[in-house]
């Protein structure tokens, strides 16, 4: 009898201390399988383009691969809620866009918490946006476009990657403060909002900056001002846009985050090894000569960086009485 009370409670203590050790556990092995990275927005679109780029050498640093899923929909907010249920294990991410902080503002439908659903791993990339407009648009500066959309009213286009979406609120501030009436069109992803504007369907687009700077400098479209503080040296003789309406910037964002509840040593993992990716030549020289910056940094910078475009966002939402179709 004593002995199998022994044995119990050895079992027991063996258990107990197991359990306790299961998260370093967890990160000894991981990861020990394929790991899925969800981007919440169709091909060909901002998201996608970091992706293509990041992924690769994300897998390299982290040891193992990692597969694009691209599930777009609702301004990424499809994808989104796909990875608020996922399993906090780490083998399943999602990226980031500036739609991240706006749909809790516009859909009030969305089935997770954008804070409380995630944990905030590190921000990747940054970049300023640009005014472009189809090649044939009758206005070759901001003065020009905007006398010509006072005399138009209601009539000059702008396309967007959803409701809410940084295309969408960046060209609306743009159209307030230029005192203009344009109409939104919008798209179900970065991708086809510039098959729209490249084939004439809309007028213009405020979009992220290195997404079209070689289509700008094909000629597929015309770049009136850019959204950065000062004049981007891939492009030098486009003015900034606050050079005609001061005070206007405009920049766009992508980051990283994962179900809430990772097991914190593998989510260290995980923010070491995007870091380290970003950081190494074969990325960070490409990002950056094509107009990125780099914002890898800690949890807590990202979730306050969110926070921070959250308020700001809200604020611009409640004013235009902005609304998911």
Same mark, same amino acid.
């Given at each position: 009898?004593?002995?199998?009370?022994?044995?119990?409670?050895?079992?027991?203590?063996?258990?107990?201390?197991?359990?306790?050790?299961?998260?370093?556990?967890?990160?000894?092995?991981?990861?020990?399988?394929?790991?899925?990275?969800?981007?919440?927005?169709?091909?060909?679109?901002?998201?996608?383009?970091?992706?293509?780029?990041?992924?690769?050498? $994300?897998?390299? !640093?982290?040891?193992?691969? *990692?597969?694009?899923?691209? /599930?777009? #929909?609702?301004?990424? %907010?499809? =994808?989104?809620?796909?990875?608020?249920?996922?399993?906090?294990?780490?083998?399943?991410?999602?990226?980031?866009?500036?739609?991240?902080?706006?749909?809790?503002?516009?859909?009030?439908?969305?089935?997770?918490?954008?804070?409380?659903?995630?944990?905030?791993?590190?921000?990747?990339?940054?970049?300023?946006?640009?005014?472009?407009?189809?090649?044939?648009?009758?206005?070759?500066?901001?003065?020009?476009?905007?006398?010509?959309?006072?005399?138009?009213?209601?009539?000059?286009?702008?396309?967007?990657?959803?409701?809410?979406?940084?295309?969408?609120?960046?060209?609306?501030?743009?159209?307030?403060?230029?005192?203009?009436?344009?109409?939104?069109?919008?798209?179900?992803?970065?991708?086809?909002?510039?098959?729209?504007?490249?084939?004439?369907?809309?007028? $213009?687009?405020? !979009?992220?900056?290195?997404? *079209?700077?070689?289509?700008? /400098?094909? #000629?597929?479209?015309? %770049?009136? =001002?850019?959204?950065?503080?000062?004049?981007?040296?891939?492009?030098?003789?486009?003015?900034?846009?606050?050079?005609?309406?001061?005070?206007?910037?405009?920049?766009?964002?992508?980051?990283?985050?994962?179900?809430?509840?990772?097991?914190?040593?593998?989510?260290?993992?995980?923010?070491?090894?995007?870091?380290?990716?970003?950081?190494?030549?074969?990325?960070?020289?490409?990002?950056?000569?094509?107009?990125?910056?780099?914002?890898?940094?800690?949890?807590?910078?990202?979730?306050?960086?969110?926070?921070?475009?959250?308020?700001?966002?809200?604020?611009?939402?409640?004013?235009?009485?902005?609304?998911?179709?």
């Amino acid at each position: 009898m004593k002995s199998h009370r022994l044995y119990t409670m050895t079992a027991l203590t063996l258990g107990l201390i197991m359990a306790g050790s299961s998260p370093v556990l967890a990160a000894d092995s991981y990861p020990s399988r394929q790991v899925r990275m969800v981007v919440p927005f169709p091909p060909g679109g901002s998201v996608d383009y970091i992706a293509r780029i990041v992924v690769p050498e $994300f897998a390299k !640093t982290l040891g193992e691969n *990692v597969f694009i899923d691209n /599930k777009g #929909g609702a301004s990424g %907010a499809i =994808g989104t809620a796909d990875v608020a249920r996922a399993a906090p294990d780490g083998y399943t991410l999602l990226m980031v866009f500036d739609t991240h902080a706006v749909n809790p503002h516009i859909n009030k439908s969305l089935s997770y918490d954008t804070f409380k659903a995630f944990d905030y791993i590190t921000g990747m990339t940054s970049a300023p946006m640009v005014l472009a407009t189809r090649k044939d648009f009758p206005a070759d500066s901001l003065p020009q476009m905007t006398d010509y959309a006072k005399k138009n009213p209601g009539k000059v286009t702008y396309g967007s990657s959803g409701v809410g979406g940084s295309n969408h609120l960046t060209a609306l501030d743009f159209s307030n403060a230029a005192e203009i009436s344009t109409l939104h069109v919008p798209y179900k992803g970065g991708g086809p909002m510039l098959t729209a504007v490249i084939g004439g369907q809309v007028d $213009f687009v405020v !979009t992220t900056f290195p997404l *079209v700077v070689e289509r700008i /400098k094909a #000629g597929q479209l015309k %770049a009136l =001002g850019m959204g950065s503080k000062e004049r981007v040296k891939q492009l030098p003789d486009v003015p900034t846009v606050a050079e005609h309406l001061p005070g206007y910037s405009a920049t766009s964002w992508i980051g990283l985050v994962g179900p809430a509840g990772l097991p914190p040593a593998v989510a260290e993992k995980i923010n070491e090894a995007m870091r380290q990716a970003l950081d190494s030549p074969k990325v960070k020289d490409r990002l950056t000569s094509e107009g990125f910056d780099i914002m890898a940094g800690t949890p807590e910078e990202f979730k306050t960086w969110v926070r921070d475009r959250y308020d700001e966002a809200e604020k611009l939402i409640k004013a235009e009485n902005i609304a998911m179709n």
